[in-house]
T-cell receptor, first 116, second 112 residues
Framework: AQSVTQPDIHITVSEGASLELRCNYSYGATPYLFWYVQSPGQGLQLLLKYFSGDTLVQGIKGFEAEFKRSQSSFNLRKPSVHWSDAAEYFCAVGSISSGSARQLTFGSGTQLTVLP | EAQVTQNPRYLITVTGKKLTVTCSQNMNHEYMSWYRQDPGLGLRQIYYSMNVEVTDKGDVPEGYKVSRKEKRNFPLILESPSPNQTSLYFC???????????FGPGTRLTVL
């Protein structure tokens, strides 16, 4: 069964600092990977996704993520955090080749606090 | 505007009183899902539907029912709600299983 681990429950960074949120997945087949962001009281918004090709993926709001198959990781990065980035971030994994129609498995989330 | 809508957004009810949370999408998407979100657990899939009249269980289906009589609608039914179903519920849809999911705004349910 596929699974996703986000090891950091809560991260605090200062505005303007760089950010890296970790995501490790477990799945035997070819994965496809997503990062979603959830602002307080809001639904989930897609930041970026990886299906195939270039392992460095650019997303919205200046975020990027790098797929590393050897490490089973898909870490999210941003070079300079803005106060508006404070939110909860979810990594999700699905399979392109699985016969199951079940779509995505989500990690437990990382809460990001941005200090002024 | 392309969107997924859910109603109600907030609901407080009592144990055993049947309720339905509606979900509707206007993007002609084939695939729809229901998730519940609980602190520390992330999102867990309750049920999903690949198309009209085709539904299947997700990871946590106990205590829930769904139906997909029309492509655009995917209601979540709690026949006899219990306090452990107090949660934040999200509906999502996508063009197909492999496409990006679009999420509704969420329904916060409290069962007393």
């Amino acid at each position: 069964a596929q699974s996703v681990t986000q090891p950091d429950i809560h991260i605090t960074v200062s505005e303007g600092a760089s950010l890296e949120l970790r995501c490790n997945y477990s799945y035997g087949a070819t994965p496809y990977l997503f990062w979603y962001v959830q602002s307080p009281g809001q639904g989930l918004q897609l930041l970026l996704k990886y299906f195939s090709g270039d392992t460095l993926v650019q997303g919205i709001k200046g975020f990027e993520a790098e797929f590393k198959r050897s490490q089973s990781s898909f870490n999210l990065r941003k070079p300079s955090v803005h106060w508006s980035d404070a939110a909860e971030y979810f990594c999700a994994v699905g399979s392109i080749s699985s016969g199951s129609a079940r779509q995505l498995t989500f990690g437990s989330g990382t809460q990001l606090t941005v200090l002024p | 505007e392309a969107q997924v809508t859910q109603n109600p957004r907030y609901l407080i009810t009592v144990t055993g009183k049947k309720l339905t949370v509606t979900c509707s999408q206007n993007m002609n998407h084939e695939y729809m899902s229901w998730y519940r979100q609980d602190p520390g657990l992330g999102l867990r899939q309750i049920y999903y539907s690949m198309n009209v009249e085709v539904t299947d269980k997700g990871d946590v289906p106990e205590g829930y029912k769904v139906s997909r009589k029309e492509k655009r609608n995917f209601p979540l039914i709690l026949e006899s709600p219990s306090p452990n179903q107090t949660s934040l519920y999200f509906c999502a849809s996508s063009l197909s299983r492999q496409d990006t999911q679009y999420f509704g705004p969420g329904t916060r349910l409290t069962v007393l």
